[in-house]
């Protein structure tokens, strides 16, 4: 298949908008509770046209993800407040406010609440699709205690699985809250 490029600006804004513009003022949504952290949702696969997905996470002290892995989507995440660690592979780094970081598919990974205060990061989930994960999450967490059976089953229709193996360790080493409650 041969695409061709424009090569002048007539040609291309000829070629007009290829996603509907979106516009998010302040203040946004309400965080919803999703387990250990929260999660805010800011666009939506539906008005990026599948291309990307962006959600921002506030994590309490002592906050801790369950380590897990992505079969359909990488990660870019981006740390607005505070101070988060993450772990990917073997790899660990700890991130303050501007710190940018990539996650990519198929790598086990977590991220903590590194510091004293609650942190945020705003994340970038490509292709778009995850949000809803955390969508049906925020909405089992809000009817009450979830089932792990249940968790697990929803997390594997979004091609997402957890591995506990790092969290006693995590825990012990940074002084850190059970993700599972």
């Known amino acids: 298949m041969t695409v061709i490029l424009p090569t002048t600006l007539a040609d291309a804004t000829a ?3 290829s996603l509907p513009l979106t516009v998010l003022h302040r203040p946004h949504g309400p965080d919803r509770p999703i387990g250990s952290i929260g999660v805010g949702f800011r666009l939506n696969g539906d008005q990026t046209g599948g291309q990307v997905a962006i959600v921002e996470h ?3 002290p002592g906050a801790l993800v369950p380590p897990h892995v992505h079969t359909r989507e990488d990660e870019f995440s981006i740390v ?27 790598e086990l ?18 292709p778009s699709g995850f949000e809803g994960f955390f969508r049906e999450l925020a909405e089992v967490f809000e ?19 957890f591995d506990p193996t790092w969290v006693p ?12 409650g």
């Open 109 to 126: 990974h977590t991220m903590w609440n590194a510091g004293p205060d609650e942190a945020r990061m705003i994340e970038v989930i490509t």
């Open 169 to 180: 360790e995590l825990m012990a080493k940074y002084g850190l809250n059970s993700p599972f």
């Open 80 to 106: 607005t407040a505070g101070v988060i660690g993450f772990r990917s592979g073997s790899d660990e780094v700890v991130l303050e406010a501007g710190g940018y970081i990539s996650k990519p598919r198929g």
């Open 58 to 60: 506030p994590f309490p």
């Open 15 to 17: 070629l007009g908008r």
């Open 143 to 161: 009817a009450g205690p979830p089932d792990p059976t249940s968790l697990g089953s929803l997390a594997a229709s979004y091609g997402l699985f």
